[in-house]
């Protein structure tokens, strides 16, 4: 199982790093988002997510559509989430890509991830590491973002217990060597709160309860391959906009909708997967 994980922090390493030479103004979502998913593809993994571009306040779930024809401009703040599968066996890494002078925030996610892995190691306290996160993003005169977590992977499911918080918490739960879980600081310059929005591009299936619609059943037999895994709106043949409205209205599918900052202001994102070893923790991705 954990070989598994390893191999999939692997792919999103080389992706990972040839997309960060990518990112620039003029360039479209549409072209990164492909990029990033085709290439977990060649490299014998599967998507364990649409790849996630989230811009300023926008901070996750949100991936381009079908024919987006947004690119990415001068001063945007660039989040890119992405995650690789083997077997259902899952890594997940992000990163900010400052495009304006944001370098601020970027570096204080990037340090409250680095400060929070370099505590871990057996018998630590999941709630030591929201502690680390909370207090660099205090240091740096930002918040952590409270509502979004680091979290843990069961086989086709993404986010999982353990749960990490990103700020101070009283409890958490006592962190054993082989645990693999990703932390992610969201960090920002505004109330640290996201809410969602109504732009949804990204779906899961929660339920195979029976459905009467062709196009429904059509469209749960084209993502049966994914599991409980989310898929983009713009991987299905024929979205029908109704048709995927109905399925969550019905408790089949879950609906992502685009979480943005509440106080519009620009929110960083640091990622990294681990893998708890004796003495430490070992970075996969």
Same mark, same amino acid.
């Given at each position: 199982m954990?070989?598994k994980?390893?191999?999939a $922090?692997k792919?999103l390493k080389?992706?990972?790093?040839e997309?960060v ?7 479209s979502?549409?072209?990164?988002a492909e990029?990033v998913?085709s290439?977990?593809? /060649? ?5 364990a997510?649409?790849c996630?571009?989230s811009?300023?306040e926008?901070?996750?779930?949100s ?12 001063g945007?703040?660039?989040k890119i989430d992405i995650g690789a ?7 997940d ?6 495009l $304006? ?5 970027? /570096?204080c996610?990037?340090?409250?991830l680095?400060n929070?892995?370099?505590i871990?190691e057996?018998g630590?306290?999941t709630?030591?590491i929201?502690?680390e996160?909370?207090k ?9 973002v ?5 979290h843990g992977?069961l086989?086709?499911?993404a986010?999982a ?10 409890? $958490? ?5 082989g645990?693999?879980f ?10 640290g709160?996201?809410?969602? *929005?109504k732009?949804i591009?990204?779906y899961?299936?929660?339920s195979?309860?029976?459905? *009467? ?11 049966e ?7 983009a709106?713009?991987w299905l043949?024929?979205p029908r906009?109704?048709i995927?409205l109905?399925?969550?209205r019905d408790g089949i ?8 900052e509440?106080?519009r202001?620009?929110?960083s994102?640091a ?10 923790a070992k970075?996969?991705t």
């Amino acid at each position: 199982m954990i070989e598994k994980h390893i191999k999939a $922090g692997k792919v999103l390493k080389t992706v990972r790093e040839e997309v960060v030479k990518l990112v620039k103004p003029d360039v479209s979502y549409l072209e990164i988002a492909e990029f990033v998913e085709s290439k977990i593809r /060649e490299l014998g993994a599967e998507p364990a997510f649409p790849c996630n571009i989230s811009i300023n306040e926008d901070a996750a779930h949100s991936t381009p559509s079908k024919n987006d024809k947004r690119v990415f401009r001068e001063g945007d703040l660039v989040k890119i989430d992405i995650g690789a599968h083997i077997d259902g066996y899952i890594a997940d890494t992000a990163f900010s890509i400052d495009l $304006g002078e944001h370098d601020d925030l970027v /570096e204080c996610a990037e340090r409250a991830l680095k400060n929070a892995i370099e505590i871990i190691e057996p018998g630590v306290n999941t709630a030591e590491i929201g502690r680390e996160i909370h207090k660099i993003a205090k240091e740096f005169g930002f918040n952590p973002v409270y509502n979004l977590t680091g979290h843990g992977f069961l086989p086709y499911i993404a986010h999982a217990p353990p749960t990490i918080y990103n700020y101070s918490v009283d409890r $958490g739960v006592e962190i054993k060597e082989g645990m693999v879980f990703a932390i992610e600081p969201f960090i920002t310059s505004g109330a640290g709160k996201v809410a969602e *929005r109504k732009e949804i591009q990204i779906y899961s299936v929660i339920s195979n309860k029976p459905v *009467r619609m062709k196009m429904a059943r059509e469209i749960l037999s084209e993502v049966e391959k994914y599991r409980t895994l989310p898929f983009a709106k713009r991987w299905l043949k024929n979205p029908r906009e109704i048709i995927l409205l109905k399925l969550v209205r019905d408790g089949i599918l879950r609906a992502y909708p685009v979480l943005t900052e509440i106080k519009r202001e620009p929110v960083s994102q640091a990622e990294h997967t681990i893998v708890v070893r004796e003495g430490g923790a070992k970075i996969i991705t």
